[in-house]
């Protein structure tokens, strides 16, 4: 069955370092999304990205994240400069065309010290 | 603007007693809903949907939801809990005639199974 496929899935950080999230979609699916899900809390829409571009984006995510598909197959979600509150579960999940559904990768977690 | 509400962030019942997990959402033109769960350290995983076609929905693992427009709600039942159905359960919206194509979560609600 085709998946979401996520790396790293467990990265620690130190606050202010730079990290990149990868995620590889299903192979037909044109429409991406980054989630994150703070420990504890909610599953919170970052971003989505169509057609090389973001259509878009959440209030969290601020001038400090950026995504691309740098080689028409993984999806990326850049955090420039890491704080604190940055440490969650990312979750990348992709669309296909004529569905509503989105399907979730497993997840990465980002722990900032 | 749409929105997902579930009540009650933790839920218990017995092996073998039904579970109903609520959800309400707020939209002014129907909805697409949907429920995730997330097992312990995992992704989450599509339970059912709806897509304005039938409105009771049926899912995997024996989960049902029935869409009640005049209650704008999307409960999910299973009439037998199991003990394997412990998790993290999320309700989710998307509003298919606006810009925004994401999906809109609830808050979740955490099943537990008692033996």
């Known amino acids: 069955e085709p998946e979401v496929t996520q790396t790293p899935s467990h990265q620690v950080t130190q606050m202010g370092q730079e990290v990149i999230l990868r995620c590889v979609?299903?192979?037909n699916h044109l429409y991406f999304y980054w989630y994150r899900q703070i420990l504890?809390?909610?599953?919170e829409f970052l971003v989505s990205f169509y057609n090389n571009e973001i259509s878009e984006k959440s209030e969290?995510?601020?001038?400090?994240?950026?995504?691309?598909?740098?080689?028409?197959?993984?999806?990326?979600?850049?955090?420039?400069?890491?704080?604190?509150?940055?440490?969650?579960?990312?979750?990348?999940?992709?669309r296909g065309e004529?569905?509503?559904e989105l399907f979730f990768g497993e997840g990465s977690r980002l722990t900032v010290l | 603007a749409q929105s997902v509400t579930q009540l009650g962030s933790h839920v218990s019942v017995s092996e073998g007693a039904l579970v109903l997990l609520r959800c309400n959402y707020s939209s002014s033109v129907p909805p697409y809903l949907f429920w995730y769960v997330q097992y312990p350290n995992q992704g989450l995983q599509?339970?059912?949907?709806?897509?304005?076609?039938?409105?009771?929905?049926?899912?995997?693992?024996?989960?049902?939801?029935?869409?009640?427009?005049?209650?704008t709600s999307f409960h999910l039942t299973k009439p037998s809990a199991h003990m394997s159905d412990a998790a993290?359960?999320?309700?989710?919206?998307?509003?298919?005639?606006?810009?925004?194509?994401?999906?809109?979560?609830?808050?979740?609600?955490?099943?537990?199974?008692?033996p």
């Open chain 2, 46 to 71: 599509l339970l059912l949907k709806y897509t304005s076609a039938a409105t009771l929905v049926k899912g995997i693992n024996g989960f049902e939801a029935e869409f009640k427009k005049s209650e």
């Open chain 1, 40 to 43: 504890g809390q909610k599953v």
């Open chain 1, 25 to 27: 979609p299903i192979s």
């Open chain 1, 60 to 94: 969290i995510f601020d001038d400090q994240f950026s995504v691309e598909r740098p080689d028409g197959s993984n999806f990326t979600l850049k955090i420039r400069s890491t704080k604190l509150e940055d440490s969650a579960m990312y979750f990348c999940a992709t």
């Open chain 2, 88 to 114: 993290e359960y999320f309700c989710a919206v998307r509003i298919m005639d606006t810009g925004r194509r994401a999906l809109t979560f609830g808050s979740g609600t955490r099943l537990q199974v008692q």
């Open chain 1, 98 to 100: 004529n569905t509503g």
